[in-house]
C-alpha cells in the first residue's frame, strides 16, 4: 500500500494525470512485493521496468500510455 500511495503522489506531482500515475504505481508494487521483506524499487529499476512493459505492445500498461 505505501508503495503505491507514495508513486501515485510523485507520480502525479510530476505532471501524470491520474490513470497514468496509478499504471506505474502498479509497477512499483509489483517489483516490491516480489522482493522477500521490505523493500523499495530504485529510480533505475522502476524506468527499466516501465519501459520494458512500453515495449511489450500486448501488455495492459502499453496499451494505457497509448503505444
Known amino acids: 500500500g505505501d508503495t ?5 503522489a510523485v507520480a502525479f506531482a510530476a505532471g501524470f494525470n491520474l ?5 506505474l504505481a ?6 516490491v512485493v516480489q522482493q522477500v ?3 523499495i524499487i ?4 522502476l524506468k ?3 519501459e520494458a512493459l512500453l515495449n511489450d505492445q500486448s501488455s495492459e500498461t502499453a496499451l494505457t ?3
Open 4 to 8: 503505491v500511495i507514495a508513486t501515485v
Open 65 to 67: 500510455f497509448g503505444v
Open 19 to 23: 490513470e497514468h500515475s496509478a499504471a
Open 42 to 45: 530504485k529510480l533505475d529499476d
Open 26 to 31: 502498479i509497477i512499483a508494487a509489483g517489483h
Open 37 to 39: 521483506g521490505t523493500s
Open 48 to 50: 527499466r521496468e516501465f
